[in-house]
């Protein structure tokens, strides 16, 4: 009845296919102990034997081509062959043992070339930097995980993925034969349905038991993904599928076509409808968050605003129009708003009301911030796609259009619609309305640089000072802010100048922390790549999450300038524990710290530049003194262009 | 409720209760970082995307003092047990002791082409 794992007779995939018929079949007799059942006992052998055919042959012949062990074609070469028809450049991944064919099989059969295998030391590490990678060039990454343990250490990773509309494919190692997989490790590490862990936060997964069900899978996940919304796919792989030959029972074997889907628009009815209630508006703003999904996106962006006159708030969560544009505005400006045109908004019950966390007896009150009738259109892909668990897709809002479609893609249709609708009175608006526009925007930007002027030459040092001395030397380059974590108050958005697409590649998506410095290292690969140099502002508490990252950027020469942002400090926290304190009117106990006991990163202070070269990196620090600021990143600078990754230690201000 | 601080803070300012610089700037900024205002506000009380500058305040002192006891705007109270009228005394010093900012227009790199 049982057969050894590396038996010469049975063929695992029919083994795991006949297991239903086997457990019909008549109980073990009952003269078999259950000791025998279990494994059977090795069988006494002479100390000497005849030779077998095989050995005379070896032993009398001229020597044949060399074969593999498992006689033929592993299963894994044929997963690559279909990996490879997706033109996935990367994997970064965490070597594991459930899928160690697939990755001997990326690494020699692939030649270790798209995907290249690039070594993590996290798991949420490789996932970060897909998130990253994706947003620089609109491709996504591959990443490798464990079984159960793997793929438990990416759930953050795909979790922020999966909030910012991010792709990324991640293909998980099981072991499913509990009959014949290895006991111990591999079976802590193997389970029924693995992917239940990331299902509420993925667009699909899948565990496909053939390798044509695995190139249908793989080619249907890229697919899913890549289909606005985006978002990462799951797809776990047998050990067995992996390391067995394909065998004559796969004969036939084919990869499907990939087509790339296009992205789903608004209704032309209701796109009409948005037009004639944007034209009839006084004062239309429109709020954009991930609207724009590659760097026509902007453009289309920039010719509805001036078509409208409209301003627009570019929430950040890609870039999406220009700051140094005159109808570029910040939130408050939805406040006179008489229409607000919503672009793939995460919050649009934020953008019409406003949470204060300091009501009676402890709890926040909701007030309104919109005047009131207001009218709201609503162009969001992520309506697409709702799940029920994880509350991602925040209060509900009531709007006036609602058009469950991709924004960008609907844009043009918007614009044509906008044009063929506007009356030569309205279009006479314009002018007056460009020349109040232009004026307001003088003003804001003017404000903006004597807030930064506040604290100047502090020390610690100013986030507006960081900020400045960083552009300062990176203005000239074709340069990407690869990150941003730990809030600087916002200072890039506001006084750098920010035009194109790669300028500024959005936050996490769901605030996880421990994005910025993996994501980071992804977003300068992309960079890399296309010749771009990539700076990250790198806050203290995101980089201690998995700070391995580092090592992956050195060892694989990924050219990142990173500047911390060092407060020390959770310092979100700081605060929360302060105002609970405040709320039950006792004092905040901090211990030693500057900070409420357990929000602080002090005593000892972390020194990171220290932590970065110990990975390989260039590094210098700690940097408190502002005037010591830009000689520093200078010198940073000029190792990032050598190919090498810079981390510059920089004591800050809180934000 | 809200209106009603505001109103406070309003008739503060328009009665100009505010006295002298009473504090001490010295003990001020002890009493700004020991007591956490620095954690929203900034150690120099520059403000950010947390909280608004207050170094070199317009507001009169006993309008900082109503305000910072009484708020339930986005920040939290902190009541006379938290923090005493004489401490907000002294860190009202110490925020209007800031050096002020200097024109940003001189400023090379406020003014980056």
Partial sequence: MTEPRNGSGTDRRRFLKGAALAGAAPAIAATTSVAQAQVAAPRHLPSALPPNAHQIAAETHTPGPIENRIGGKPGSDFMVDVIKTLDIKYTPSNCASSFRALHESIINYGDNKAPEYLSCMHEESGVGMAHGYFKVTGKPLMTMVHGTVGLQHATMGIYNAWCDRVPVIIIGGNDLDAASRPPGVPTFHAAQDINTIVRDYTKWDDMPTSLQAFAQSMVRGYKIAMTPPYGPVAISLDAGLQQEPIGAHNSGLYIPKFTMPSPPAGEMGAVKDAAKMLLAAENPVIVADRAARTPNGIRLLVELAELLQAQVVDQGGRMNFPNTHYLARGAGVTAQADLILGLELSDFWAVVNSYTDNGEHGIGYNSAKAKAGVKLISISSVELLTKANYQDFQRFQSVDISMPADAEATLPALIEAVKSQMTSERRAQNDQRAEKAKKAFADIRGRETAAAAVAWDASPISTARLCMELYNQIKDEDWSLVASEGNVSNWPNRLWKMEKHHHWLGRSGGYGVGYGAPASVGAALANRDLGRFSVSIQSDGDLMFAPGVLWTAAKHKIPLLSVMHNNRAWHQEVMHVQRMASFRNRPSNYGNDAGPIGTMIQNPDIEYHKLAESMGWWAKGPIKDPAQLGPAIKEAMAVVKSGQPALLNVWTQPR | ?113
């Fill in chain 2, 1 to 113: 409720m809200k209106k009603l601080v505001y109103a406070a803070l309003v008739a503060a300012t328009a009665c100009g209760l505010s006295s002298a610089f009473a504090g001490d700037a010295t003990k001020g900024k002890a009493t700004f970082v020991g007591k956490g205002c620095w954690q929203c506000h900034g150690y120099e009380g520059q403000g950010g995307s947390a909280g608004p500058r207050l170094a070199n305040t317009q507001l009169p002192e006993d309008g900082l003092i109503s305000f910072v006891h009484n708020t339930n705007g986005i920040m939290p109270p902190f009541s006379e047990k938290l923090i005493s009228d004489a401490e907000l005394s002294d860190i009202y010093a110490y925020l209007q002791s800031r050096p002020k900012p200097a024109d940003p227009k001189t400023i090379p790199l406020l003014n980056l082409k």
